[in-house]
């Protein structure tokens, strides 16, 4: 009989990672979690934050590490897209959770059947029934802010939707003025203003606080009020797996069958230690866990490892009102316009939803100032305030269908200093997304006159995605052109699962996190059954 | 989410028994008196919110774990009689044998008739039966349940609790049941005698319990004398003020009992307390107005290079100052003013009861604070696992010294002690065992001798003869 | 528009240093006149100087001498002759005198962009030009509780990492802000203000106005529909 250092071996600590860990440390089975970066605490993040000198870079905070570079090391990504923003993937305990936003969103049933629906992109092999208890359970684990009779649909057909098997375990947190006055104003032109489900507790909450608007969601909540995979990781420690940091798995092995039986992983001074276990769970999030397929030669038989990359497109518009707003008040962005999110053309053009951003304005208004030049004194510092009081932000987040071209790739010309390779990404806007322009223009439009504003960023001079990794080992019930099936196991190795949004078949507009949490918790509990 | 259930269980528990079936002297009409002086009793805070007992109470001799006081006949007191259930209250006897006075019969001998009667009624009546044995009660040799005899000799006065004061007018009165008999307030505020009792000499003059330091609360200027009467009853039923908040223990005490009670039987409270002989607590020096020094901004904003990763994620420093920021600052202020509104407190008002103040501050650190009172729910997180305990003797260190205005030197040493939690336990209860064997031995070996004095004695008479 | 402008301001109170340099001054240099501006003079500790300089830039009397000490020492390698630009900036504030905006208008334009270049990094709180998606750009660190930019704005929004008050703080309007009536409700999420039940097409005025190219938001201020 075989002797296995662990039942399950996690590899990645993110949120996904950790709480496929949970479920199975619940289930009593002996799970090992190995992270590449370290441990870092959150005030120790905060500190960082204050004393960066770059706040708007996401990953700063957590340190550039020598031996676990992230997706911000000079090099490591070589990003060959047509879109602005690289995303910022973390590899520290906790994962890149760390640094989101917290958004929540469930998938629309109509979303996870594109190809059914509307004719393009892929279907989930599983229905949104499937999901819907793992979204629940989710939801409650986290602890999701949300308001139950919200129509997610954005048709406003008076009736909650999705279906939902329990409330939302804590009520919405509070409305910030400026969205309260942009709601009333922008009503008169027809747009609705609904809450946005999200983890920044409204109560306190499992062993958290509740939110006191600090508005530093990103790259860091500083009092653990937003959830971030850290949490999760905790939870999953208290529940009785084993977390190994500084652990850089790059070698998976496997027999002549498919089946792995070991992972093999350098410690940061490159010394190698091999760990067996009965099944092996990769949950290194959207690059990592393609990369290390790629480089060991695993689950490629349908040549989609790495392939698919979606991510959302978006768009950024600004401009100032007329009358005070003051953003910054509350957290990073809060509620959401869904009036183009499942209209009926949705199968020429993307669904769409928009977030109203809530970040302190200052910086953004100084630095424009002073690339403008021509006011010092008490006029620069009238300007300034003038402008932080009436700018409003907006983003448009945009779906991607999946597209072979567009992939994430080993990038062998970069080395770490354990001489691992980098990441190459290649990505090119669909028409799909970019035939939702003219409508954002037109509403761009509906809101200066609204608000009465003077516009500072009109959409569609540059393009954007959201730091979302989705696609790239993608789920089918078809092994000629999927990487995993519905229980996220790879075609071709029985014990091998990926617990990642790299997963999605179809990735709607919506913020992916709580989908790919919901699957964790299924993968664990399904894994938990056969181990 | 427990007190709902609390709630549903009290209503369940309304079972409508037929007359004959209802014990002699429980009465429905008195059940919910019995049902309010419960929750001014805390009985549920040792016996649990079912009231089916389990819950261990932590002592210097051992745990103890609280019975089930739920009318189940098997295991709770569903066969007790009124005057069992009376006797166990005001005498700590109860029908098996001695109470050890973890359960605060010294206060509860303070009860009227009427009032047993009532706490009666209601867990007779009023409450759910609850099949459930919990844990006997071993403690160690010599503190055997024969052994309360003679403490209960000397240290219990049937029908006055320890420490009750004199009492003028109605309202004092009624607070003097509710602080004295009631509330037990001395069995955490009081310091205790070589035999664990409560030292009435000290009463209400605060002590060590269990790593924490339950205030002095007599209306000295030490005490709450500092305190105005609408604060202490606003801290008692919120467990919040701009002085101090309640956490720990205090903080149960205010979500389960205190914030329950009347307006009138709080303000009754605070009458009582200012006619309590004034106990006079040790203070540290302290500046008559603390002014922080101004933030050395330099000094707490050190830039590192990107490429000093290592100095970036390093997290073992023992910098008080930098600790404060990162970690306390987001909630209490960089200048540790608190939040507006302070429902996030300054910490400039951190009082300076000698070192007992420091284990509160440590106590809290280490575990936060979590209170729900109605339906407002306050939360700190706990530090603990963020910071070591190096750390957090560097953090309490800096909080007291610079917003306190006190000097304060805690050690690692100093925190793992404090957060060890355990109560000074006085020498004779230490060696207890030891002490009573040694007196065993002393009188048995003193008996030998005496035989063996009177057997030669009587042998040398016989001899003479 | 309801915010007031930022009043102006003369010097603040006297540090230390700045009277230990009065007192040399006044033994230095009796007749100069200078009870209405007390200032240090170049020749004497020049990071008071550059403090002094940033005090009357920044409109913040109260910038510290540590900051102010790492921040010089980083524009003197990124400007050049950056000390005889200094000396240069403190004789025109001492030769105007009077309130911060006296001073600044009188500058000369080389002048007022040497005073931008001191006034960016305190606005900021950063030299140099970072960068959001690469761990390696040219910006350097210098504070974060005297960056001016969040400082202005800190009646009214919170510096972002500290706090405000009691979760859900947020939903009132901010000082000094002089709401317009809301319905009751509004603050609920699940509340909807009447309209049209679905989004209208685009006015044309303001479409052309949201798509043409304006040279500044000066500009676009004054081609708004309606403004003219």
Known sequence: MAVYDADVIVVGSGSLGSLAALELARAGKTVVILEAGPMVPDWKITENFRTSARKGNLNAPFGDIPYAPNSYTPGYLDFDADVGWVPGTLRVAGGTSRHWTGVAWRLLPEEMKMRTQFGIGRDWPISYDELEPFYTAAEYQVGVNGADETDYSGLNRGAPYPPRSKPYPLPPEAKPYALQRFQMRAAERGYRVDHAPNVRLSRPYAGRPACIGNNVCNPNCPIGAKHSGLHDLEAAQLAGATLKTGAVVDKLESDAQGRIIAVSFLDPNGVRSRLTA?????????????????????????????????????????????????????????????????????????????????????????????????????????????????????????????????????????????????????????????????????????????????????????????????????????????????????????????????????????????????????????????? | MRSVMLGAALVLGQVALPAAAQPAGAQPALVEQGRYLAVAGDCAGCHGESFKGGEPVATPIGAIHA????????????????????????????????????????????????????????????????????????????????????????????????????????????????????????????????????????????????????????????????????????????????????????????????????????????????????MVSPKLLRAATVTASPLDIAAIEQPTELSAWQSQLGHGTRQGDVLYQSACASCHGADGNGSAGLVHPSLHLIDSDSTANAATLVQVIAHGVDRTVGARHTFMPPFRSDLDDGQIASLANFVRTEFGGVGSVLTDADVAEILAGKSATPWLIRYAGPLVIAAIVIFVLGLFLLSWKVWRTFTRRLARR | ??????????????????????????????????????????????????????????????????????????????????????????????????????????????????????????????????????????????????????????????????????????DVAPPGVDAPAMPEGIKEWTFHPGGPADIMAPDPKWKAYATAPHASIDAARRAKPGST
């Open chain 1, 278 to 531: 009965r099944t092996y769970v990769i949950a290194a999030h959207g690059f990592e866990t393609p990369k290390l397929l790629l480089m060991n030669g695993l689950a490629n038989r349908s040549g989609m490892v790495g392939k698919n990359l979606m991510m959302h497109p978006t768009l950024s518009m600004g401009f100032f009102a007329d009358e005070p707003l003051w953003l910054g008040r509350g957290q990073y962005l809060h509620g959401a316009n869904l009036q183009h999110r499942l209209r009926s053309d949705r199968s020429k053009v993307s669904g769409g939803f928009y977030q109203f951003m809530n970040h302190n304005a200052a910086p953004a208004m100084a630095v424009a100032l002073f690339k403008e030049g021509n006011r010092i004194g008490a006029s620069l510092d009238d300007e300034l305030r003038r402008r932080a009081s009436q700018y409003m932000a907006i983003q448009l987040l945009l779906e991607d269908l999946p597209d072979p071209s567009n992939s994430m790739s080993v990038n062998p010309s970069f080395r770490d200093s354990l001489g691992q390779p980098g990441i190459r990404v290649h990505y090119r806007l669909k028409d799909y997304a970019k035939s939702a322009l003219p409508r954002t223009i037109d509403d761009y439009s509906n809101w200066l006159q609204a608000m009465n504003a003077v516009p500072q960023e009109l959409p569609g001079a540059h393009w954007y995605n959201q730091h979302h990794i989705m696609g790239t080992v993608i789920m089918g019930s078809d092994p000629s052109d999927s990487v995993v099936d519905k229980d996220l196991r790879c075609y071709g190795h029985d014990n091998l699962f990926l617990v990642t949004t790299g997963v999605f078949p179809s990735v709607s507009c919506v913020n992916p996190t709580l989908t790919g949490m919901a699957l964790a918790i299924r993968a664990g509990r399904h894994i938990a059954k056969e181990v």
């Open chain 3, 1 to 170: 528009m309801k915010q007031m402008p930022e009043p102006s301001q003369p010097l603040g109170p006297l540090t230390v240093t700045r009277r230990r340099v009065l007192q040399a001054l006044a033994t230095l240099v009796p007749a100069m006149g200078l009870a209405t501006m007390p200032l240090a003079t170049h020749a004497l500790e020049a990071d008071d100087a550059f403090l002094t300089a940033s005090r009357v830039i920044t409109g913040n009397t109260t910038l510290s001498a540590g900051i102010a000490r790492r921040m010089m020492a980083l524009l003197v390698v990124r400007i050049p002759e950056f000390a005889a630009k200094l000396d240069d900036l403190l004789k025109a504030f001492r030769a105007t005198g009077g309130t911060r905006e006296e001073m600044l208008s009188a500058l000369k334009d080389s002048q007022v962009q040497f005073a931008l270049a001191i006034a960016q990094p305190w606005y900021l709180g950063h030299v140099g030009t970072p960068s959001d998606f690469v761990l390696k750009d040219d910006a350097v660190f210098v504070t974060y509780l005297e960056a001016q930019s969040w400082t202005k704005i800190v009646h009214e929004v919170p510096r972002p990492t500290y706090p405000g008050a009691d979760a859900g703080w947020w």
């Open chain 2, 67 to 278: 019975s089930n006081i739920t009318p189940d006949r098997a295991s709770g007191i569903g066969s007790w009689s009124l005057g069992q259930f009376s006797d166990a209250l005001r005498k700590g006897r109860a029908p098996e044998g001695h109470l050890y006075p973890a359960m605060p019969y010294t206060a509860y001998t303070g009860l009227s008739d009427i009032e047993v009667q009532a706490l009666y009624s209601y867990f007779m009546l009023g409450v759910k039966a609850v099949s459930n044995r919990p844990l006997a009660n071993d403690l160690p040799f010599p503190f055997i349940r024969a052994a309360m005899a003679p403490w209960d000799l000397l240290f219990l006065t049937e029908g006055k609790p320890t420490g009750a004061a004199t009492v003028h007018g109605e309202q004092q009165l009624r607070g003097r049941l509710l602080v004295e008999t009631l509330g037990h307030c001395s069995a955490c505020h009081s310091p205790r005698g070589t035999m664990m009792q409560e030292r009435a000499d000290r009463h209400l003059a605060g002590a060590m319990v269990a790593g924490w330091w339950a205030p002095n609360i007599t209306a000295d200027a030490t005490g709450i004398g500092g305190w105005s009467d609408k604060k202490l009853a606003s801290f008692l039923a919120t467990g919040h003020s701009d002085l101090g908040v309640a956490a720990g223990e205090m903080a149960t005490v205010v979500s389960r009992s205190l914030s329950k009670l009347t307006p009138g039987d709080i303000d009754a409270i605070v009458a009582y307390l200012r006619a309590v002989p004034k």
